[in-house]
């Protein structure tokens, strides 16, 4: 059974920083993860993914220069780390995995950027 766990979440204002983090008991095994969020009212949207290699990244085009995701296997963990945040990226931000062609989420995570 593959468990994500999201930390980081909070307030922040506009312009502001934060480090979203992905815990698991074993990410080097996992095809690709990633980073969605889903807004009151619409769709969830892929923010950032990359490989399991972490040699290939992918980034939404409203993030691009702002977000920077990571994973260190030796920690379990991937992050995304997100600068000069704007209201607009208030979202709940939900870990994701691919691990034997099965996706996997984690519980989400509450950002909120005020202006």
């Known amino acids: 059974q593959v468990q994500l766990v999201e930390s980081g979440g909070g307030v922040v204002q506009a312009g502001g920083s934060l480090r979203l983090s992905c815990t698991s008991a074993s990410i080097f095994s996992f095809n690709s993860m990633g980073w969605y969020r889903q807004a009151p009212g619409k769709q969830r949207e892929l923010v950032a993914a990359?490989?399991?290699?972490?040699?290939?990244?992918n980034y939404a085009d409203s993030v691009k220069g702002r977000f920077t995701i990571s994973r260190n296997n030796a920690k379990n963990t991937m992050y995304l780390q997100m600068n000069s945040l704007k209201p607009e990226d208030t979202a709940v931000y939900y870990c994701?995995?691919?691990?034997?062609?099965?996706?996997?989420w984690g519980k989400g995570t509450l950002v909120t950027v005020s202006s």
């Open positions: 990359l490989t399991s290699g972490g040699s290939s990244t």
């Open positions: 994701n995995a691919v691990f034997l062609g099965v996706d996997y």
